[in-house]
T-cell receptor, first 116, second 114 residues
Framework: NAGVMQNPRHLVRRRGQEARLRCSPM?????VYWYRQLPEEGLKFMVY????????ESGMPKERFSAEFPKEGPSILRIQQVVRGDSAAYFC??????????????FGPGTRLTVT | AQSVTQLGSHVSVSEGALVLLRCNYS??????LFWYVQYPNQGLQLLLK??????LVKGINGFEAEFKKSETSFHLTKPSAHMSDAAEYFC????????????FGSGTRLSIRP
């Protein structure tokens, strides 16, 4: 059973460009979480999604950031008009959402975004 | 609101020595607590979790943690450090509101001296 997949692993963008980060949850998992890790800091919750629904986006910056988890395909975290402060590691986690271990989150390897 | 505080951003021990990483929590309800490990340029791996079943929790790689309600602590220990234990360790608490989101501590970097 493959783990949580994230791509790309590394992404370089110039200021003002758009960044798209993809996350494929573990097989059978219907809940996806995005976290951001700034340099030398812990992970901070950004958004929690189920298929086609945003459940909690309390950690998302109000502008330029959006997330989706369509019925088919991976979850996408989109950052428009990137700025240097967006440089960070972005981690995706997934959980089954039901049954034993419903809330246990499994993390992907992360996407390291560098804005130049 | 739930939160965790990790004491010591960097801990260094000799190979074979006891590892002790400190974590204190704050929660108005019985917490679910976790320890994660992050190796360089990798994602997080769950070491162990406390879900109120037993106060002493054993995890992978020889680590264990003890939940002490009276001290609001959940310290991570390992009797004998190995070079491969060098990594960043995060204590975390899960917040059950509209989302099961995890609140992470700031992390403790563990270095192992030969």
């Amino acid at each position: 059973n493959a783990g949580v997949m994230q791509n790309p692993r590394h992404l370089v963008r110039r200021r003002g460009q758009e960044a798209r980060l993809r996350c494929s949850p573990m097989k059978g998992h219907s809940h996806v979480y995005w976290y951001r890790q700034l340099p030398e800091e812990g992970l901070k919750f950004m958004v929690y999604l189920q298929k086609e629904n945003i459940i909690d986006e309390s950690g998302m910056p109000k502008e330029r950031f959006s997330a989706e988890f369509p019925k088919e395909g991976p979850s996408i975290l989109r950052i428009q008009q990137v700025v240097r402060g967006d440089s960070a590691a972005y981690f995706c986690a997934s959980s089954p959402g039901q049954g034993q271990g419903a809330d246990e989150q499994y993390f992907g390897p992360g996407t390291r975004l560098t804005v130049t | 609101a739930q939160s965790v505080t990790q004491l010591g951003s960097h801990v260094s021990v000799s190979e074979g020595a006891l590892v002790l990483l400190r974590c204190n929590y704050s929660s108005s309800v019985p917490p679910y607590l976790f320890w994660y490990v992050q190796y360089p340029n990798q994602g997080l791996q769950l070491l162990l979790k406390y879900t109120s079943a037993a106060t002493l929790v054993k995890g992978i790689n020889g680590f264990e943690a003890e939940f002490k309600k009276s001290e609001t602590s959940f310290h991570l220990t390992k009797p004998s450090a190995h070079m491969s234990d060098a990594a960043e360790y995060f204590c975390a608490v899960i917040v059950y509101s509209s989302a099961s989101k995890i609140i992470f501590g700031s992390g403790t970097r563990l270095s192992i001296r030969p």
